[in-house]
Each structure stands twice: as structure tokens, then as C-alpha cells.
């Protein structure tokens, strides 16, 4: 009779079981000087031997960066810095004294340009983007001010879109007798496979073209989108390869993004030692902001790219266990037992 009276008054009770009520048997493990000590000294090894690996990995990888924001008065694209310059060619050149390893990955690169503010990182239209044709009318609030231009629909909106970096770049080998030949760029792949097969879609219309009736392009940029790459009609549009590049923020403030991959005959095995001229057409400023522009050449790892805070911080750890496991030893001596005086 008690109990049913207690389930009446309390109907939100637990049952009365060793699970509910917390009865169950446990296990606390004791940490001794006998367990924790020798678990530092390994942990300790582990680390350093990590970062051992990853240090030298990455001191194995080949990079070369080439500034060419036009600055300095002897700079080849001096003469391009003037914002009001475009598709200005300018050449850099340089000597490669052995082999730069394959494959080699060419990226572009800016400093001071903070793409994770979140006032520009916000100012894009996903529907749009994911090719919904009802958004290509009107465009989301999100993207103003760049939103409508001429009282027409922008595509695609926003200013990380508008923003879009549009340098482009040719790579020549010099060659003994006098000539020059061009290293080919593969920009296929280049971007996230979920950028490229997910998050961004075209239109389902054919051809592209007719999907962007009644809008324009973004203000900074040369040519709408479905005519990004007039040599690769698939390579237009929302999924044009350098776009979704460009659209995927940097967390940083100084970033590379990969532009081409070189990995054709004849350079699949890297770039030969030898003199090399790369020709820009120069359009994209950042002395407003006081940014500048590098290009980097750069092979990889099976840890990826070069990275030596990778490899220093494993050693740093891994020192540091090492040293408070000899200072816990100590203790442990000089207090466990005592001198006899």
C-alpha cells in the first residue's frame, strides 16, 4: 500500500533498479607515480617522434614565392600597380637551379585581405548559388549593395562574388636555343568536390546562357559567368573551378588559394632545372588596402603542403612531457623516500 501511495505522489519517480537509481559497480582507476610517470615518458616519445617526421617532411618540401604587387620601383609590374590599370601584362622571371619535384601546385596569394569578415562573408545568395531560377529575379537582401546594378538582378550576387580575384597567368620554359615553351595548367579539380558536385549547381537550363536573361554580371568583373571559361563550355557558370576556389573563405587574413595544378607531359615528373617567365595580365588591386600579391610554386607531402609549426609544436609537447616526467620523478624520489638524516 506504501508504495502504490509513493507512485500516486511522486508518478515521476525512477524504478527502484541499480541502473536508476545509480547502484551499478564502478571503476575508479588510481593514478600512482608507478602508471602516470611512464605514461608521460611515452606520450612524451610519441610526440617527438611525430614531430620529428612531420618536421623533416616539411623541410623537404620545395616552395618559391614570387611577389609581384608592383610596388617597389624595380618590381617588372611596377607599371600595373595603378588601380586604375587593367589587363596589364607584366613578366616575372626566374631560374630553377634543380629539379622543382612533382606534381607542383601554382597558387596565388594576398596579404591583409580579410575574407572572414563577417559582413562580406555573409553578403551571397545560397539559393542562388545552388541554381534556383526564382533567385536569379531577386536576389537575396544579403548581397547588397551588390544586389541590383541598372535596376537588374546581379548574378551572381554579393561582394564575396564581386570581390572574385581575376589575375591570370602563363608559365614559359626558356629553352636552349633561343625559344620558349609553355608549361600547361590543369585547372580541372581544383576546387572542393562538395563545392563542385553540392553546395554550388547551375541552373537546369540549355543553354547556360538563357538561365541569366534579365540580370547582369557583377560590377567588377569582365564577363558573366556563363562565359568564365569560353574553352570548357562545362566549366561556366556557378561551378566554374576558379569561382568556387574564390568562394571558399579564407579563415586568415594572408592566404594562398590554388590557381593551376602542372602535372602534364612533359612536366608530370616536376619543373626541370632551367630559366622560366611567367606573364601575368594584371587586374586585381590591393594597394587600397594595403595588401599585396604573390604567386607560389609548391609541391606536397603525404602531410600536405609545407607546414613547420606542425612539426615544431609535436617537439615542443613532446619535450614538455618528457621534462615533467623527469620533475615528478624527482619529486616522487625526494618525498617517497625521504633521506634517512
Excluded at 562580406?120 to 545568395?125: A, M, N, R, T
Excluded at 533567385?135 to 544579403?142: V, W
Excluded at 618525498?335 to 634517512?340: A, I, L, N, S, Y
Amino acid at each position: 500500500m506504501a508504495r502504490d501511495e509513493d507512485e500516486k505522489a511522486y508518478p515521476n519517480r525512477p524504478d527502484n533498479t541499480a541502473f536508476t537509481q545509480q547502484r551499478l559497480p564502478a571503476w575508479q582507476p588510481m593514478l600512482s607515480a608507478g602508471i602516470v610517470i611512464p605514461g608521460f615518458v611515452l606520450i612524451g616519445l610519441a610526440f617527438i617522434g611525430i614531430g620529428v617526421a612531420l618536421f623533416v617532411t616539411s623541410r623537404n618540401i620545395q616552395v618559391l614565392e614570387k611577389d609581384y604587387t608592383g610596388v617597389e620601383t624595380d618590381s617588372p609590374c611596377y607599371k600595373c600597380s595603378d588601380t586604375d590599370t587593367k589587363n596589364c601584362p607584366c613578366t616575372l622571371e626566374f631560374s630553377l637551379d634543380k629539379l622543382f619535384v612533382g606534381p607542383v601546385f601554382f597558387y596565388y596569394g594576398l596579404t591583409n585581405y580579410f575574407q572572414n569578415y563577417r559582413k562580406y562573408g555573409i553578403s551571397k545568395d545560397e539559393e542562388q548559388l545552388s541554381g534556383d531560377l526564382d533567385n536569379f529575379k531577386d536576389p537575396s537582401l544579403t548581397c547588397a549593395p551588390y544586389q541590383m546594378a541598372n535596376k537588374k538582378p546581379i548574378a551572381p550576387c554579393g561582394a564575396v562574388a564581386n570581390s572574385m580575384f581575376n589575375d591570370t597567368f602563363r608559365l614559359f620554359q626558356e629553352m636552349a636555343n633561343g625559344k620558349r615553351k609553355e608549361v600547361p595548367f590543369d585547372g580541372k579539380g581544383i576546387a572542393w568536390w562538395t563545392d563542385y558536385n553540392i553546395k554550388y549547381r547551375n541552373p537546369s537550363v540549355t543553354p547556360l546562357k538563357n538561365a541569366f536573361n534579365g540580370t547582369v554580371k557583377p560590377i567588377y568583373w569582365s564577363k558573366p559567368a556563363y562565359e568564365l571559361d569560353p574553352s570548357d563550355p562545362a566549366n561556366n557558370g556557378f561551378i566554374n573551378q576558379d569561382f568556387l576556389v574564390w568562394m571558399r573563405r579564407a579563415a586568415l587574413p594572408d592566404f594562398n588559394k590554388l590557381y593551376r595544378r602542372i602535372t602534364e607531359e612533359p612536366y608530370q615528373e616536376g619543373l626541370p632545372a632551367g630559366n622560366y617567365s611567367l606573364e601575368i595580365t594584371y587586374n586585381y588591386p590591393v594597394l587600397s588596402f594595403g595588401g599585396r600579391k604573390k604567386v607560389v610554386f609548391s609541391n606536397v607531402s603525404w602531410m600536405g603542403g609545407k607546414n613547420n609549426f606542425l612539426g615544431i609544436a609535436y617537439l615542443v609537447i613532446g619535450s614538455m612531457c618528457v621534462v615533467m616526467s623527469i620533475v615528478m620523478l624527482i619529486v616522487y624520489a625526494k618525498f617517497k623516500f625521504p633521506d634517512e638524516e
